[in-house]
């Protein structure tokens, strides 16, 4: 299981791809020295789940990495990868940790 700790920077609306397949997307903004800005998916029943987040909370964002290839009509493979989200939960920040223990 992987896990991605920061503070949501973008929340997507919900989008109907198909008659079947719903998704939306999450960026969260990594806390590091040098922040990361990671592409989050949410797909079919799992896009409920951000229904009670919002612009910059802090969250855990627990992830699986997906790959696959397609071929195109010359017969080159391409890879592609995507993050998809199957839980979220808010936690507190960092520097709002730190304060409180130092109190």
Do not use: C
């Not at 800005?37 to 799992?46: G, M």
């Not at 992830?63 to 010359?74: A, P, T």
């Amino acid at each position: 299981m992987s896990e991605v700790l920061g503070k949501i920077k973008v929340l997507g609306n919900t989008m109907q791809v198909s008659e079947k397949f719903s998704k939306r997307e999450l960026v969260v903004t990594t806390n590091e020295q040098y922040p990361q800005h990671i592409l989050i998916e949410f797909a079919q029943d799992k896009v409920a789940l951000l229904d009670k987040f919002k612009v910059n909370d802090n969250v855990k964002v627990s992830i699986n990495l997906r790959g696959r290839e397609w071929v195109n009509k010359e017969g080159e493979s391409k890879w592609f990868n995507s993050i998809q989200g199957w839980k979220i939960e808010k936690v507190e920040a960092e520097a709002e940790t730190t304060k409180k223990e130092k109190e």
